[in-house]
């Protein structure tokens, strides 16, 4: 099948059904046999997720009246896209656009007007985008406000690094191996890479290769994490013996680093409410050979699942706006609308006060998002510690990573290569 269709398909299912651009590439890349064209596929959608705001810009820009057709538009910025952001002949890039369009043959003329248009007028077109801000930074609007209001001095680094592809980062199962030793094993296989200081685990690849060429992959050596992710089993540091509890835990990234970590705990048990995604924390527990209690089920309804034994560490990484993992899901900015906001910290509200009788005195809790809202973050925090007389922050201090804030710390996107993150440590009196 035609690669530029394929990729077509997959942004009409983000644009059109909502669907994540990592579900709508997985169902797709499934019909695609050479790797050279997954990697094609790929680039292509991440590419137009990535610049959509200044791409659809540019579309408007070049038609009368909007398309109804998501099919053609998706095609349209699919030929925008490779025009000013790949090094595909633009002769190639139209033709093969229009080639494209097999199925939607009446909208072939439209799309080869549209594509030849914007070359004529290259220039110009990028100029006006230079000057309007959604187009510009290729944020949606309102994130943009958002970021500025949170982070006036950040937000502009924030928005660059969010529009820069990730690196990916390792951690090292200390349990199998030395960092030190399996940096070396890299640069034998002439996969050039750096240690993360301020992590005991993380190392991160100057390149990104698939999880087959890593080597001890497969027998749990290593795991694909980003570095921010990897300070939350850092800062639960825990002991042997204690009962822990681990809430929103698919796929599993977390649960895994706390075991690795700390094997000899009384019991471990991981929360999800998604079924599919659980079966991840599964495969991802077998090929580390490690052992947690799984239970599918929503968080906040202890009734149904909690056994009435108390948990003396718990870590609750909350579903949140993800707007600190922009670079890792660029679809995250098509998806998301500002009215999110509100019910995504009511959710995080109602599982944090659900699930806070389950620690025992003494106890901590970490609380975790990956997100840089500040309404998410310190704002929630700060209305727990208000509601809950028995619940004190524990600062945590570092002078390696992140911003302290009123409450917790914040990692901003792009911090030593981080995604952006936050976390705050809460104590039981
Ligand atoms: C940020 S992800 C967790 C990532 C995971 N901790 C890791 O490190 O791999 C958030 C998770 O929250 C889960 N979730 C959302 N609402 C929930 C609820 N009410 N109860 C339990 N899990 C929930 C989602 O299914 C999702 O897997």
């Not at 990729?7 to 059109?16: H, K």
């Not at 290729?138 to 958002?146: M, R, T, V």
């Not at 094997?263 to 599964?282: F, K, Q, T």
């Not at 727990?384 to 911003?403: R, V, Y």
Request: net charge negative; aromatic share 6%.
């Amino acid at each position: 099948m035609n690669t530029r269709w394929i990729a077509a398909r997959v942004i009409t299912r983000v644009l059109q059904d909502g669907q994540s651009l990592t579900s709508a590439l997985d169902n797709a890349l499934k019909a695609v046999e050479s790797a050279q064209d997954k990697a094609f596929v790929q680039a292509i959608c991440y590419g137009v997720c990535r610049t959509y705001h200044r791409l659809d810009f540019i579309l408007n820009a070049l038609i009368d009246k909007p398309l109804k057709s998501l099919e053609v538009k998706s095609l349209i910025l699919i030929g925008l896209y490779q025009l000013g952001h790949m090094r595909v002949k633009p002769h190639a890039a139209v033709s093969e656009t229009v080639q494209a369009a097999r199925k939607i043959a009446w909208a072939k003329a439209l799309i080869n007007a549209v594509l030849r248009g914007y070359l004529r007028k290259q220039d110009e077109l990028e100029q006006q985008a230079e000057k309007v801000k959604t187009a510009a930074l290729s944020h949606p609007d309102w994130l943009i406000k958002q970021l500025e209001h949170d982070w006036p001095e950040q937000a502009e680094t924030l928005l660059f690094e969010n529009n820069q592809p990730p690196p990916m980062a390792l951690r090292v199962n200390l349990a199998k191996t030395s960092r030190d030793s399996y940096l070396q094993l890299l640069l034998e296989q002439n996969l050039s890479a750096k240690t993360v200081t301020f992590t005991s685990t993380g190392i991160i690849l100057d390149k990104p290769v698939p999880i087959e060429a890593l080597p001890g992959f497969a027998d749990g050596w290593v795991s694909v994490q980003d570095s921010a992710a990897q300070l939350a089993a850092e800062l639960l540091a825990l002991q042997p013996g204690q009962r822990v509890l681990d809430v929103c835990a698919a796929p599993g990234g977390k649960t895994s680093h706390m075991l690795e970590q700390q094997p000899d705990v009384s019991e471990l048990v991981a929360v999800d409410i998604d079924e599919n995604r659980m079966l991840r924390v599964g495969e991802n527990l077998r090929r580390l050979n490690l052992q947690a209690t799984l239970v599918v089920a929503d968080a906040a309804k202890t009734d149904d699942w909690w056994d009435g034994k108390p948990f003396d560490r718990i870590l609750l990484d909350a579903p949140c706006s993800a707007t600190g993992v922009i670079r890792r899901h660029p679809d995250i900015k098509l998806l998301r609308r500002d009215t999110d906001i509100a019910s995504l910290t009511a959710l995080q509200k109602t599982i944090l006060t659900s699930i806070w009788p389950l620690l025992a005195p003494g106890g901590t809790l970490l609380y975790a998002t990956c997100s840089v809202l500040k309404q998410e973050n310190e704002g929630q925090i700060q209305d727990f510690l208000s509601a809950h007389e028995d619940a004190i922050e524990l600062p945590i201090t570092t002078d390696g990573w992140g911003i302290p804030c009123g409450c917790g710390r914040q990692i901003l996107t792009g911090e030593s290569s981080m995604d952006g993150f936050y976390y705050a440590r809460i104590v039981k009196q």
